[in-house]
């Protein structure tokens, strides 16, 4: 019989990576952030929030292309990084405009990417990037939709679950929308404002609705500031405080109610943090054993 994992066992599985991952920024003098729940749980929790199995990572658009560069060269010669596989966004295996650093050796597996047997089902750390955005509201709208447009895609190629009959009609157009034509035109205009400074940053590749993908710049501050996460320091944005408060509003160091929490998504529906989850694919590599 498999064994169950608590949650505080797979934080700190989770928290064994993002340690990996700051050295790695350390010595390479990449800059990274915290970001959304992770932020949040720093500030409120000093830790993880305690019913979320995810850590989220912010990098700006040079720290991040920086980043990939680096720990693709330099992970397969040192050994401290050598149990990591980097799976690179806008990938045949993973479609998704972010990035993950993927745990060798463990399974994690979601109900929404079950049906894509092609990524790396690990104990993973997400990495997404901050884009530049225009201050006018039209222009960051289409910046938005043309992000939105790429995550539905990617979604749709991950054959991703949905029981909404809208939903997985959305799905299915965006496979004619975004094409190998058009693709490169949506990447194009996502990307339109770097090396510009712009006096807002956006997210558009997770959940949030276009009001809550930009803030400002300002935000980040001149430096990453350390803050208490479990039993390390990790980097948030200089004045995290006035983030926290754009995206979660001005009750965001309240606990939320227990219907909240239990409304609150749950990325490792099925957990291994000692077998590699190839070991739980079918020969037919189309279905699950545990299943």
Same mark, same amino acid.
């Given at each position: 019989m498999?064994?169950?994992y ?9 928290l064994?990576i ?43 658009? %040079? ?17 401290? *990084? ?12 993973? %479609? ?19 049906n ?16 530049s ?36 009609i ?22 339109? *404002? ?9 997210? *558009? ?6 009001r ?52 609150? %998504? ?26």
């Amino acid at each position: 019989m498999k064994k169950e994992y608590t949650m505080k066992e797979i934080q700190d599985c989770i928290l064994s990576i993002v340690k990996d991952i700051d050295v790695f920024c350390r010595e390479n003098d990449i800059e990274y952030y915290l970001m959304g729940g992770s932020a949040l749980g720093a500030m409120r929790h000093k830790g993880f929030i305690p019913w979320d199995d995810d850590l989220d990572i912010f990098m700006t658009v %040079p720290n991040y292309r920086k980043f990939l560069k680096l720990f693709e060269e330099k992970a397969g010669q040192d050994e401290r *990084f050598k149990k990591y596989f980097l799976q690179k966004e806008n990938t045949k295996e993973w %479609p998704l405009f972010l990035s993950r650093v993927c745990l060798n050796g463990t399974t994690m597996v979601s109900d929404e990417f079950k049906n894509n047997f092609r990524q790396h089902h690990t104990v993973f750390v997400d990495i997404m990037c901050l884009y530049s955005s225009p201050d006018s509201g039209v222009q960051r709208w289409f910046q938005y939709v043309a992000a939105l447009m790429l995550r539905i895609n990617a979604l749709a190629l991950c054959n991703f679950p949905n029981k909404s009959r809208f939903k997985r009609i959305a799905l299915s157009l965006s496979k004619i929308v975004v094409n190998p034509l058009t693709k490169p035109l949506f990447i194009k205009h996502v990307n339109r *404002f770097e090396g510009k400074e712009t006096k807002l940053v956006g997210h *558009f590749f997770g959940r949030a609705r276009f009001r809550r993908t930009s803030f400002e710049r300002k935000y980040l501050g001149n430096s990453p500031r350390y803050v208490t996460f479990e039993d390390t320091m990790l980097p948030v944005f200089e004045n995290v405080e006035d983030y926290l408060l754009a995206r979660f509003g001005d009750k965001w160091m309240e606990m939320p109610s227990q219907e909240v929490k239990d409304q609150y %998504p749950i990325h490792g529906n099925f957990v291994d943090l000692e077998k590699d989850y190839t070991e739980y694919i079918g020969e037919d590599k189309k279905s699950w054993i545990y299943e």
